[in-house]
């Protein structure tokens, strides 16, 4: 298997395990050394993994000569240390630990703190084999995406360069700064950057003073909205394209059970089901994002008069519930509600009522699933482990009738 797919594989072990780890030690054991295995280093190999490594210079405290966790070697030589913490500890409480074993070390110029969940990657571009005070990389093994995996691909053993390591960092924090930039520019215009866009367009005669930038913030505004949609579209279109399943077979229905439907639902008393634009633009999201998993199973999704459900071809099969008619939406999962809360931060998140599913997120618009990612993809894919693990029905099944693709 390639990186991506072993971390996905250790994401999974992790949540199974996270629960029943108390300690540093049950961390090291559980989370910890699996990562540094994904990272393609032998574990079991002292020249190679060394546990409880002495620094050069390192100082003794109250007797005791301190030791890192781990030093990775290459080549013969400490290449990156790592220090570790309870699964329940905050890394960043412990950083100025690892900048004394980094600082004592010259050959060491990466060094990581991590809880078994979040790894802050730091090295010395400040001051040489001086650690600095923030973290060029974070990544998080239970919420990570395609892009994090590449930038994390350059400190597996096979990739591992420590001449470039610093270039790779620095691009790391360019990228990340300008990205922030750009965002901040998309959203809220600054003056300097109107006047650039007027420049370029050559738009107005004469001096551009205070007033004619004011009266075009609205106008950039605009453009700039107007400009991300179409090639946000765009993006989706492509990407349905590519990576669009082929239709499912449906199985034809009798025509006097069509009638006996239609002849229902204009039954006196009988509530219409109407999916909503906010319904349809939810499932487009989900579908895209599951588009992204290992996976790749096709779903589709089952409206009703109480919630709108997404699942994998069959009702029973449903891995999301959307309830969208009251004041306050929400999504429901069938994940335990610890789970759901790691998976949401930032969103309200509670115990679903029974029957319905065990926990529940609220959101404010259908915008908000695109920060529900993680939440999406470890519910489709936990139900479609579950149904590749479920027996055959031997004794035949009925065809269920679904909506989307």
């Known amino acids: 298997m390639g990186l991506g797919e072993d971390l996905r594989l250790l994401s999974e072990q992790v949540r199974k395990r996270q629960a029943f780890i108390k300690g540093e030690e049950a961390t090291k054991q559980a989370l910890i050394l699996p990562f540094i295995q994904a990272l393609g280093y032998d574990i079991y190999d002292p020249t190679e993994t060394q546990p409880e490594y002495v620094a050069d210079f390192a100082k003794k405290r109250g007797g005791v000569m301190e030791k890192v966790d781990y030093a990775l070697h290459l080549k013969g030589q400490p290449a990156l240390f790592i220090e570790c913490k309870a699964t329940d500890a905050a890394p960043e409480d412990h950083d100025g630990q690892l900048a004394r074993y980094f600082n004592a070390t010259p050959s060491v110029r990466i060094g990581v703190v991590t809880n078994g969940i979040r790894y802050r990657f730091f090295t010395d571009l400040q001051s040489p084999n001086v650690m600095d005070a923030v973290p060029f990389l974070e990544f998080n093994v239970l919420a990570f995406t395609d892009r994090d995996v590449e930038l994390l691909r350059p400190f597996t053993k096979e990739f591992f360069d420590a001449t470039s390591i610093q270039g790779h960092a620095e691009e790391i924090i360019f990228v990340g700064k300008v990205t922030a930039l750009i965002n901040e520019l998309l959203r809220n215009p600054s003056e300097s950057f109107v ?171 259908s915008t908000d699933i695109e920060k529900l990612r993680s939440l999406v993809l470890v519910a489709y894919e936990e139900e479609a482990r579950r149904q590749s693990s479920a027996p055959v029905d031997g004794g035949g099944s009925t065809s269920e009738s679904s909506s989307g693709s």
């Open 195 to 365: 006047r650039f866009l007027l420049a370029e367009v050559e738009l107005v005669s004469g001096r551009v003073t205070r007033s004619v930038v004011e009266r075009f913030v609205p106008i950039v505004k605009k453009s700039i909205q107007t400009t991300l949609l179409d090639m946000m579209t765009k993006s989706i279109q492509q990407e349905i394209a590519q990576n669009a399943p082929p239709p499912p077979t449906v199985t034809a229905i009798p025509a006097e059970a069509l009638q006996r439907a239609a002849e229902a639902s204009e039954a006196p008393g009988v509530a219409q089901v109407e999916t909503t634009e906010v319904e349809l633009e939810i499932f487009r999201i989900v579908q895209r994002m599951c588009s992204e998993s290992a996976l790749r199973q096709s779903i589709s999704y089952k409206d009703s008069t109480t919630y709108f459900g997404i699942n994998l071809g069959k009702v029973t099969s449903w891995f999301l519930r959307a309830f969208t008619n009251g004041k306050k939406k929400s999504l429901v999962t069938r994940l335990p509600l610890e789970q759901a809360a790691m998976l949401a931060p930032g969103f309200e998140v509670e115990s679903a009522p029974d029957g319905i599913g065990k926990s529940r997120v609220y959101f404010n618009a």
